[in-house]
């Protein structure tokens, strides 16, 4: 069956710091790729997607990187900020029917000011 | 603020009972997905409504069931609740059913007793 793990379930960082959450997926088929953050009682935040056809994808202190070979994510955040911790969900989905998304169980990130 | 709204933030009920919970898409949103979240877990996918149509059904019994408006407003219903349906229930909105960028609502904490 499909599924979306992570490595780490906590990870700890200095503030100013760079981040970065690593995220596994093992369906083939998946063909997109989004980063989710969530806030304690909110919802989850859209961060950054991409799709299996790239293997690096940047967005505002955010790089995403793909490896399709061995089915892994991961999620760069540059000069990590207190403003920044929160829990981060990989998850996986496939364009080609409708629009369901597999998340993982997500990492927390502390940043330590 | 995503403009997805759902209602209510919170809600207690008993063992046996049924509960519907309701969500507001983002204006010119037109798909609605619902997840369930229990606590310390990505969130799970339950169905996707599309034009007022399930369009896609994960792996949760026919208690759970859901509705979609004209207005693309949506509502969840669980009948005959147990423990295990306790958890945060979160309504995403999008475009289409294609697009990866979905606005997710601050979500319903359910607590079953």
């Known amino acids: 069956g499909e599924s979306v793990g992570l490595h780490l379930p906590t990870l700890s960082v200095q503030e100013g710091d760079n981040s970065i959450i690593n995220c596994a997926y093992s369906n083939s088929a998946s063909d997109y790729f989004i980063w989710y953050k969530q806030e304690s009682g909110k919802g989850p935040q859209f961060i950054i997607d991409i799709r299996s056809n790239m293997d690096k994808r940047q967005g505002q202190r955010v790089t995403v990187l793909l490896n399709k070979t061995v089915k892994h994510l991961s999620l760069q955040i540059a000069a990590t900020q207190p403003g920044d911790s929160a829990v981060y969900f990989c998850a996986e989905g496939y364009s080609g029917g409708y629009q369901k998304v597999t998340f993982g169980t997500g990492t927390k990130l502390q940043v330590i000011p | 603020e995503t403009g997805v709204t759902q209602s209510p933030t919170h809600l207690i009920k008993t063992r046996g009972q049924q509960v519907t919970l309701r969500c507001s898409s983002q204006s010119g949103h037109n798909t609605v997905s619902w997840y369930q979240q229990a606590l310390g877990q990505g969130p799970q996918f339950i169905f996707q409504y599309y034009r007022e149509e399930e369009n896609g059904r994960g792996n949760f019994p026919p208690r759970f069931s859901g509705l979609q408006f004209p207005n693309y407003s949506s509502e969840l219903n669980v009948n005959a609740l147990e423990l295990d349906d306790s958890a945060l229930y979160l309504c995403?909105?999008?475009?289409?059913?294609?697009?990866?960028?979905?606005?997710f609502g601050q979500g319903t904490r359910l607590t079953v007793v």
């Open positions: 995403a909105s999008s475009f289409g059913t294609q697009n990866t960028e979905a606005f």
